[in-house]
């Protein structure tokens, strides 16, 4: 199973950003998704997560800027990030809990990397 994270770029302060996770791979089923980011020095922390029937968690100071979705016919899931801070520069990583055979799996996407500056 692979996960492709895409999107990610360079936008000034205030701009938008749409990132996209797309898995493929051996998969029965994906539970949930999830988008993580992480800056030099610092953990991975969560972003939000999304259940494969659309229960949403945001992590609260995010809730507001940050939309996540998925569509599970291209077992794909989105972040719509808006009113962006230099403070949300980092690497974004997806996550997907997913079936595959009799097993669930942790899966992680490489990273896109989003650099909000002037």
């Known amino acids: 199973v692979q996960l492709q994270a895409s999107g990610g770029g360079l936008v000034r302060p205030g701009g938008s950003l749409r990132l996209s996770c797309a898995a493929s791979?051996?998969?029965?089923?994906?539970?949930?998704m999830s988008w993580y980011r992480q800056t030099p020095g610092k953990e991975r922390e969560l972003v939000a997560r999304?259940?494969?029937?659309?229960?949403?968690n945001y992590v609260n100071s995010e809730k507001g800027r940050f939309t996540i979705s998925r569509d599970n016919a291209k077992n794909t899931v989105y972040l719509q990030v808006n009113s962006l801070k230099p403070e949300d520069t980092a690497v974004y990583y997806c996550n997907a809990l997913v079936t595959t055979g009799s097993r669930i799996i942790a899966y992680w996407g490489r990273g896109t990397l989003v650099t909000v500056s002037s």
């Open positions: 791979g051996s998969i029965v089923s994906i539970n949930d």
């Open positions: 999304i259940s494969r029937g659309g229960t949403i």
